[in-house]
């Protein structure tokens, strides 16, 4: 089969090769799914440990980058579900401990996963493979932010990021909540997340700093939650100008880099109030898809109370361009490598 591999630590467009020998994943056992791969996803996330991977326990296999993918069930292990019938479309994620321990990818023609991380896709036109592959991860990281900042009819929500890929879902899954939703969009992705939902959308660059904009026009009238996909720390410090004094910081962007973001993440946490740290509950949020997430995703997708954006789809020998989109932090919604087709 063919498969984008790596073997040893570095950026993407260095260390991955398109290797076309490799050996298709064989006949599943108990509830695994075989599963023909038809389009993969990118992740932000996989481009830093393709980077830092150690390169040791590589020599001896090729690891397959990716986790998001979209198919056909190909053949179902004898304790798989009974819908899982071959030909089924399917959409889902490898968990990224079996990435990391196994290599096990979706950038290939076929993955081999336990049913639990696996669902039918929904049946509704506008929601093709693409998009499909697209959903789980930044869906379940969104619909776990929204939760987890206790978002309910009426929170006054502030998205930071709204047209990258989780922004666009956060703030459609804290809409379809309830909520009032304040989103970023720089240019001409500005209209992207109106149409989203957003109830009002910021272009940050024109109103740079954002945290003195936001202090100004929403210090008398303040948000109950701030959902950041980028990892903006000026935000946080600033925060207690805009957010309520018992609202809530929820973070997963690292975009000012994976290093600084993780040193951001500890001192938010951790730093106490009484020596200086920002009087407000900051939330480092680390995301673990699950099969009940999942399926409250395909369900706001057959309710259409949401969409997934699609920045733009590569041919599978395209792909390194498809790293290099993602890695510009332009993308609205998400990147996506159509692997072949079914
Ligand atoms: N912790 C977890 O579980 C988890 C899970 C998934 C992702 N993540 C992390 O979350 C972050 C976002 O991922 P993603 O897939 O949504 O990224 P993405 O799709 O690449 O985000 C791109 C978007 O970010 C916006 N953007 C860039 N710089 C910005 C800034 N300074 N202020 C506001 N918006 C800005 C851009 O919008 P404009 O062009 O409109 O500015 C662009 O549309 C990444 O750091 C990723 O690693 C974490």
């Given at each position: 089969?063919?498969?984008w591999?790596?073997?040893?630590?570095?950026?993407p467009?260095?260390?991955?090769?398109?290797?076309?020998?490799?050996?298709k994943?064989?006949?599943?056992?108990?509830?695994?799914?075989?599963?023909?791969?038809?389009?993969?996803a990118?992740?932000?996330?996989?481009?830093h440990?393709?980077?830092?991977?150690p390169?040791l326990?590589?020599?001896s296999?090729?690891?397959?980058?990716?986790?998001?993918?979209?198919?056909?069930i190909?053949?179902a292990g004898?304790?798989a579900?009974a819908?899982?019938?071959p030909?089924?479309?399917?959409?889902?994620s490898?968990?990224?401990?079996?990435?990391?321990?196994?290599?096990?990818g979706?950038?290939?023609e076929?993955?081999?996963?336990p049913?639990?991380h696996?669902?039918?896709?929904?049946?509704?036109t506008?929601f093709?493979?693409?998009?499909?592959?697209?959903?789980?991860?930044?869906?379940?990281?969104?619909?776990?932010?929204?939760?987890?900042?206790?978002?309910?009819k009426?929170?006054?929500?502030?998205?930071?990021?709204?047209?990258?890929?989780?922004g666009?879902?956060?703030?459609?899954?804290?809409?379809?909540?309830?909520?009032?939703?304040v989103?970023?969009?720089?240019?001409?992705?500005?209209?992207?997340?109106?149409?989203?939902?957003a109830?009002?959308?910021i272009?940050?660059?024109?109103?740079?700093?954002?945290h003195?904009y936001?202090?100004?026009?929403y210090?008398?009238?303040?948000?109950?939650?701030?959902?950041d996909?980028i990892?903006?720390?000026?935000?946080?410090?600033?925060?207690p100008?805009?957010?309520?004094?018992?609202?809530?910081?929820?973070?997963?962007?690292?975009?000012?880099?994976?290093?600084?973001?993780?040193?951001?993440?500890?001192?938010?946490?951790?730093?106490?109030?009484?020596?200086?740290?920002?009087?407000?509950?900051?939330?480092?949020?680390?995301t673990?898809?699950?099969q009940k997430t999942?399926?409250?995703?395909?369900?706001?997708?057959?309710e259409?109370?949401?969409?997934v954006?699609?920045?733009?789809?590569?041919?599978?020998?395209d792909?390194?361009?498809?790293?290099?989109?993602?890695?510009?932090?332009?993308?609205?919604?998400?990147v996506?490598?159509?692997?072949?087709?079914?």
């Amino acid at each position: 089969m063919r498969a984008w591999t790596f073997r040893t630590r570095g950026p993407p467009s260095v260390v991955l090769k398109l290797e076309t020998d490799l050996s298709k994943p064989s006949s599943p056992t108990r509830s695994n799914l075989l599963i023909k791969v038809s389009h993969s996803a990118l992740t932000p996330g996989i481009s830093h440990a393709i980077k830092v991977f150690p390169s040791l326990p590589l020599l001896s296999r090729p690891y397959i980058p990716e986790l998001d993918f979209s198919g056909i069930i190909e053949l179902a292990g004898p304790d798989a579900p009974a819908e899982f019938t071959p030909g089924t479309r399917a959409f889902g994620s490898v968990p990224i401990s079996t990435f990391l321990l196994h290599g096990t990818g979706t950038l290939a023609e076929y993955v081999m996963l336990p049913a639990i991380h696996v669902l039918q896709m929904p049946q509704t036109t506008a929601f093709g493979f693409a998009e499909a592959a697209s959903l789980d991860g930044n869906g379940q990281t969104a619909a776990l932010m929204v939760r987890t900042a206790g978002i309910k009819k009426g929170s006054r929500v502030f998205v930071n990021g709204g047209s990258g890929g989780v922004g666009t879902l956060a703030l459609q899954i804290a809409k379809a909540e309830g909520a009032y939703v304040v989103a970023t969009g720089a240019g001409e992705n500005f209209d992207l997340v109106k149409k989203l939902g957003a109830d009002e959308v910021i272009d940050y660059r024109v109103h740079a700093p954002l945290h003195t904009y936001l202090s100004e026009k929403y210090g008398s009238e303040p948000f109950d939650v701030i959902l950041d996909t980028i990892g903006t720390d000026e935000l946080f410090q600033n925060s207690p100008g805009f957010l309520k004094a018992d609202g809530k910081f929820v973070n997963v962007g690292a975009m000012e880099g994976i290093v600084k973001g993780l040193w951001c993440a500890a001192k938010n946490s951790l730093w106490p109030r009484l020596l200086g740290g920002t009087p407000r509950t900051y939330i480092f949020q680390q995301t673990n898809p699950d099969q009940k997430t999942r399926q409250y995703l395909a369900k706001l997708i057959e309710e259409d109370k949401l969409i997934v954006a699609v920045d733009k789809v590569y041919e599978m020998e395209d792909a390194l361009q498809a790293y290099e989109r993602m890695a510009s932090q332009r993308a609205k919604g998400k990147v996506v490598v159509k692997v072949q087709n079914i």
